[in-house]
T-cell receptor, first 113, second 115 residues
């Protein structure tokens, strides 16, 4: 158990819809990261928040947005969903802004039909 | 443009033998490298890392080698055990900068250790 909690574990929705994925980092971790893994692909970095502020951005689509709240939990919002958005979405956390090891949650599997 | 590549999607080895997983990178700014292991239905878990100032780091049965001139790293598992069967991801980052700690991952190698 990494200490990172993601909900929901599974989500099935239709094209055009909007969903919100939630992540609670490990106790004491200030950084939260979101990664997308599509069909046996590697993990693609989406975005990082540190203590409530956006600190790094990867290949995140404009239809996607995220935020980190004062209690440090984070939400990833995916809107106008397309079939290609079907993927595993991982949240990870770390203590600081930078420094190697990330602790990953079990992921949220999104299926867009 | 894949900056971190794992060219072998799968690898099968016999229990007790050595497993060698390879990873290549193109970004010369990367200075910190990690290996993660992932079991089905679980998130990736950290295995071992290496800084660019070193060429080898060992932790029990796991050793990571870094060849900066070739932009290549490898993970050696000796001896391999059936419980090592998992997908292994190589990752790299540009460390210690205020832009954050974005890890760039390779596509993964599925290791199968046969009893």
């Amino acid at each position: 158990d990494s200490g990172v909690t993601q909900t929901p574990k599974h989500l099935i929705t239709a094209t055009g819809q909007r969903v919100t994925l939630r992540c609670s980092p490990r106790s004491g971790d200030l950084s939260v990261y979101w990664y997308q893994q599509s069909l046996d692909q590697g993990l693609q970095f989406l975005i990082q928040y540190y203590n409530g502020e956006e600190r790094a951005k990867g290949n995140i689509l404009e239809r996607f947005s995220a935020q980190q709240f004062p209690d440090l939990h984070s939400e990833l919002n995916l809107s106008s969903l397309e079939l290609g958005d079907s993927a595993l979405y991982f949240c990870a956390s770390s203590v600081g802004l930078h420094g190697g090891e990330l602790f990953f949650g079990e992921g949220s599997r999104l299926t867009v039909l | 443009d894949q900056q971190v590549k794992q060219n072998s999607p799968s690898l099968s080895v016999q229990e007790g033998r050595i497993s060698i997983l390879n990873c290549d990178y193109t970004n010369s700014m990367f200075d910190y490298f990690l290996w993660y292991k992932k079991y089905p239905a679980e998130g990736p878990t950290f295995l071992i890392s290496i800084s660019s100032i070193k060429d080898k780091n060992e932790d029990g049965r796991f050793t990571v080698f870094l060849n900066k001139s070739a932009k290549h790293l490898s993970l050696h598992i000796v001896p391999s055990q059936p419980g090592d069967s998992a997908v292994y991801f190589c990752a790299a980052s540009v460390g210690n900068n205020n832009a954050g700690n974005m890890l760039t991952f390779g596509g993964g190698t599925r290791l199968m250790v046969k009893p």
